[in-house]
């Protein structure tokens, strides 16, 4: 009966670009980015309508949750 710990940096996290459960990435103000993500925002033209995508998913860091 063994119990394992498991430190928050362990964990997985949900990247606010493609909502997917991953392991590796960057916070950007407390949000989650991962590698697959900000890999393929760097590599997208501005012409691409993937950028729009990844704008608007990115504008989720700075919006501000309401709770009631």
């Known amino acids: 009966m063994g119990t394992?710990?498991?430190s928050k940096d362990d964990m997985e996290k949900v990247?606010?670009?493609?909502?997917?459960s991953k392991q590796e990435g960057i916070h950007i103000l407390g949000r989650f980015l991962c590698l697959d993500c900000e890999?393929?925002?760097?590599?997208?033209?501005?012409a691409d309508p993937?950028?729009?995508f990844y704008v608007k998913?990115?504008?989720?860091?700075?919006?501000?949750?309401i709770y009631s």
Do not use: F, G, H, N
């Open 50 to 52: 993937k950028y729009r």
């Open 39 to 46: 890999k393929a925002m760097v590599q997208t033209d501005t």
């Open 4 to 6: 394992s710990i498991t």
């Open 15 to 20: 990247c606010i670009v493609c909502e997917q």
């Open 57 to 65: 998913q990115l504008k989720k860091i700075i919006s501000s949750e």
